[in-house]
């Protein structure tokens, strides 16, 4: 496994990717089988993320990958205060409880999982690798990726058109992400605001109207893209103040 790694980064990406996607979407679909939510999907993750933690460890990665500290000046960031208005947005249209004890227990250990592993994967694992060539390219492809990556909701019972409009904002929060972590070199503010918006969705209202989730898609997507775009403005200044100080 080692020395496919290094041999080819990207294929090894590429491959990570597919077998969490194809493990998640099997997992997904035995917990609803069984009747649970979760109950098999929550123990895949954990076993994901530790399989991650083992190899990063293994091949003293953590600063590679983005574990380790925050790098910059937090006002630059905003004090990431944008990040709170896009992990609550699963609360916007009100909160209930929908599943028993057990399965929002079950369902809150996948979430937290998969905020961790998709953010080491895409914004880790296949960013690094990609952009070793170009970096806008890279950038690109990892937020397009992560955003079509949600097509996959499709098996698991959701709509054509909530599941389009999910893509649209997932792609935009994507390319947020990666500015996060190509800027200030850590993926924990990602990993976190991931985690947390997927883990509040089980206390959404479930039934909002069509335009309600247009106009939520349309928020999130100029929030995420607003916020971008500051962090690319600011960060590119204080570089160029560096420059000129050498």
Known sequence: MYPFYKKNELNFSLILIMAYVVSLSLADSLSASLGILKIITAPICILFTVFLLYFIKKLNLWEYYGLCSFQGKLSDYLYFIPLIFILSVNLWNGIAWNTSMLETVLFTISMLGVGFIEEIIFRGFLFKALCKDNIKLAIFISSITFGMGHIINLLNGKTLISTLLQICY????????????????????????????????????????????????ALLSIIALAYALWIIKKTEKFDDENRDRL
């Open 170 to 217: 997932a792609t935009a929060i994507g390319f947020l992400f990666t500015i996060l972590f190509y800027k200030g070199k850590s993926l924990w503010p990602c990993i976190i605001t991931h985690g947390i918006v997927n883990s509040l969705s089980i206390f959404s209202v479930n039934h909002s109207s069509f335009i309600k989730s247009v106009i939520t898609t």
